[in-house]
């Protein structure tokens, strides 16, 4: 059964949840030493009749003595609600559907299975072959790639899909946010340490257990790829590694590929290669799917399910969720 997170017993504790968990993704430097969760774009999408919608944005300061955060501000379709505005929880559960609903279709399904994923094992199988010491490390991490998204794509995005009859969205708005979000996908959330830089929130005079424990993670997996690669790239001499990538036109074919399938590319250029760059490419594949695919899929089975705390829909009427919805959800 799944585990009630503390931070939904009571009142859901937005500043923790801001910081630990699947939802620490989102938290960004804002201005004047507030941060944010930043979801305003959803108000673009049409919501299903009866619904909220779920553009909302919520600010944060920072409690310099608990080194925490604590959620002070929500712009929402409520308007702009305070902690002591009776509005201030059904504001509160807007914005907690509303990152739901991100993670869950962008952050996971677009930009795992979708831009990610899928490009990274298609340019794989076409660019590497099966002998190639770079297939042989990333083999595990495309394994059935193709045939887990034929399998699941159709039932989740067609017309009565899961997708649009779990959460807000109409099918139309659905389509629609998959597309634009496609050109919005970044490789560096499968980066940790430059995706925390990029956010501003490194030393911020809070404490950041999730993205600690990711940045763990990640090192492992960098330190491995680098391990891994040295026995083929050895650094005889200064430079020797990089000149050796470099010389694989095989690698070369393949960041081309991945340069040309990835709607932002992967950051990495044939042209400015070094060896330290393909090991970091590697670890972001193998954090990709090992780590970031867990943390955006299988682990919200502990928070997912208590709808009560974490809507999937917020209906005006003050209604909970159908039957069939939830149960679609499980």
């Known amino acids: 059964p799944p585990s009630l997170p503390a931070e939904f017993l009571g009142s859901p504790d937005l500043g923790s949840l801001a910081v630990r968990?699947?939802?620490a993704c989102y938290i960004e430097k804002h201005e004047d030493g507030l941060y944010k969760w930043d979801l305003e774009s959803l108000n673009d999408y049409e919501c299903h009749e009866g619904l909220y919608p779920l553009g909302v944005k919520v600010l944060f300061e920072v409690d310099e003595v608990a080194r925490s955060l604590r959620a002070?501000?929500?712009?929402?379709?409520?308007?702009?609600?305070?902690?002591?505005?009776?509005?201030?929880?059904?504001?509160?559960?807007?914005?907690?559907?509303?990152?739901?609903?991100?993670?869950?279709l962008v952050r996971h399904f677009n930009w795992v299975h979708l831009a990610g994923g899928?490009?990274?094992?298609?340019?794989?199988?076409?660019?590497?072959?099966?002998?190639?010491?770079?297939?042989?490390?990333?083999?595990?991490?495309i394994y059935?790639?193709?045939?887990?998204?034929?399998?699941?794509?159709?039932?989740?995005?067609l017309k009565r899909?899961?997708?649009?009859?779990?959460?807000?969205?109409?099918?139309?708005?659905?389509?629609?946010?998959?597309?634009?979000?496609?050109?919005?996908?970044?490789?560096?959330?499968?980066?940790?340490?430059?995706?925390?830089?990029?956010?501003?929130?490194?030393?911020a005079g809070f404490?950041?257990?999730?993205?600690?424990?990711?940045?763990?993670?990640?090192?492992?997996?960098?330190?491995?790829?680098?391990?891994?690669?040295?026995?083929?790239?050895?650094?005889?001499?200064p430079g020797a590694s990089t000149e050796a990538v470099r010389a694989d036109k095989?690698?070369?074919?393949?960041?081309?590929?991945?340069?040309?399938?990835?709607?932002?590319?992967?950051?990495?250029?044939?042209?400015?290669?070094?060896?330290e760059d393909l090991a970091r490419l590697v670890a972001r594949f193998i954090y990709l799917a090992s780590v970031q695919h867990?943390?955006?899929g299988g682990f919200l089975w502990n928070y997912q399910l208590w709808t009560h705390r974490l809507p999937v829909r917020v209906y005006r009427n003050g209604q909970r969720e159908p039957l069939d919805v939830y149960q679609r959800l499980v």
């Open 21 to 23: 968990g699947p939802f």
């Open 72 to 104: 002070c501000r929500i712009d929402s379709a409520l308007g702009v609600s305070t902690p002591a505005d009776p509005s201030w929880e059904l504001s509160k559960k807007l914005a907690l559907c509303a990152v739901n609903t991100h993670l869950s």
């Open 118 to 141: 899928a490009q990274f094992a298609i340019a794989t199988r076409n660019r590497l072959p099966s002998d190639h010491p770079l297939m042989r490390l990333l083999w595990p991490y």
């Open 144 to 157: 059935a790639t193709a045939q887990s998204q034929d399998s699941v794509t159709p039932a989740q995005m």
């Open 161 to 203: 899909g899961d997708f649009t009859t779990i959460f807000s969205f109409t099918f139309e708005s659905m389509c629609k946010l998959f597309d634009d979000s496609w050109h919005d996908f970044p490789i560096v959330v499968n980066d940790p340490e430059k995706d925390a830089e990029a956010r501003q929130i490194r030393d």
């Open 207 to 237: 404490d950041t257990p999730t993205m600690d424990n990711l940045d763990q993670f990640f090192r492992i997996m960098y330190e491995h790829a680098t391990e891994y690669l040295r026995n083929y790239y050895p650094e005889d001499t």
């Open 250 to 275: 095989k690698i070369l074919e393949w960041l081309d590929e991945l340069n040309s399938l990835m709607p932002n590319g992967v950051g990495v250029t044939g042209e400015s290669l070094t060896f």
């Open 294 to 296: 867990e943390i955006l």
